[in-house]
């Protein structure tokens, strides 16, 4: 596609505001077919929420998680394959430790293992369990998340759709009867329906895996969403060796190498819009564009475009009815005996008390081939909770920050006291991991998707002007690498009509 020119200057297909993977991907999809944008990004280093950071020596991931989509045919895995991006994975085993009580007086490890019900596999064998009753709600879960992962891993099956996608879709009507009685209820309820809403083991991973994913509880989580994201495990997730940095980085050359650009410590001051034509002020300079792609939170998108929109204003609600990120950022002693592998653990204190302020804690744990992440013989540990965002307190000097940090330590100690031979330490608040990920205030996960028809009220690219659209993970379809980088290529689907 060759861009359009008019007197006061180049005229670019599309400017992308914001290198975190829905930034990424949208820029990507766009350069390879055709279009010249120009991605600017207000850090000096890519992936926003999933990047990597150097800070004293050392390089941390922004946030403690994992990262999915490298499962064959899904998008980061095909533009590693077509791009040549040279980013080591190492696939887990376990993918995943969840410590906490999983019983009335027994503490537990459940394991989780990489492979189609792991999941499944990792209850059923605990003491005790309801066998039969677990079978039958994973055979539902089997069913709705099937249903949804092949959706979201399709790319011809999500909007914008045509009449061939309309057709595909009413031909699949009977893989998506099992949503039809989940729509709008929490998934307490589906636990009930099978008598496994007291059966602490189930509830309690559940809870703690909903936090992460869906950024709320069994008792509040929209069911198909839910059902859905209990297959994170087994579909496509890795860890990315080095840190997911690597991969970001590795993106962006892509992005340069297709005939684009990638510009660093590039904050996007304003754009107007001015007839057909987006002018972006920028630190570096001035651009002008047909399209304009917001990759921020929607506080950050009316901020940058001198707009108050409704849409903007009542997604920025569902945000704040979120969480911020505390963080611990870590440098340990390696244990004696320990194994090679990266490691990711979901840290329970007390299955009592709130899933949050340091009760609950996720851990990335880097591996011995994690070049540059630390000296030999030691590691990398980036700790994160869910936190209220509480602006006397956002700078980590306040009493209640404090409070959840020690609350987080006191969780390691407990739950993974190997971990605990500590070399060096970062405390990070929720303005700490707003200025290592460019998210404002601190914010974490996007909205949270609680029971109700809201969650399904914008299926397709988010516009939010003439020829401008919001991605990432406020926008369809949601959290995670996979689905903003998802959501930015099926925008980059609907800018390249736009502009034809």
Sequence with gaps: MKSSRDPAGDVLD??????????????????????????????????GCASTFSRDGYRFEAGATLFSGFADAQHLERWMAEHGLEVPLDWLEPVVELRAPLGADAEGTLAIDRHPGGLERALAALPGAP?????????????????????????SLLPPLGPTALARHALRLPRYAPLARLVGRPLASVLGRFGLANWQPLRLTLDALCQITVQCGVDEAEAPMALSVMDYYSRGTAHVRGGIGTLATAMAGAIERA???????????????????????????????????????????????????????KLQRRVEGGWGAAMLYRVVQAPAGADASPHHLQLVADPALPLQDG????VSISGEADEGRAPAGQRTLTISTHTAIDGEDEAGTGPRMQAVQDHMRATLALRAPEWERVVHELPGSPRTFARFTGRTRGWVGGIPRRAGLANYAQLGPLRIDRGAW??????????????TATGGVQTATAVLHSLR
């Design 14 to 47: 599309a400017v992308v505001v914001g290198s975190g993977f829905g930034g990424l991907g949208a820029a990507l999809s766009l350069a390879e077919r055709g279009a010249r944008v120009v991605l600017c990004e207000a850090l000096n280093y890519p992936g």
């Design 131 to 155: 066998v039969h009753a677990l079978g039958r709600f994973f055979d539902l879960q089997r069913r709705v998340a099937d249903a949804l992962w092949e959706v979201l891993e399709d790319e």
């Design 259 to 313: 005939g684009s650009e990638v510009r660093f410590s590039s904050r996007v001051r304003s754009a107007r819009r001015e007839g057909a034509v987006w002018t972006v002020e920028t630190r570096t300079g001035t651009l002008r564009a047909r399209s304009l792609l917001l990759n921020l939170l929607p506080e950050d998108a009316a901020r940058v475009m001198g707009s108050s929109a409704p849409r903007l204003a």
């Design 359 to 362: 009760n609950h804690c996720f």
């Design 470 to 483: 919001l991605i990432g993970d406020t926008a369809f379809p949601g959290q995670s690498t996979l689905a």
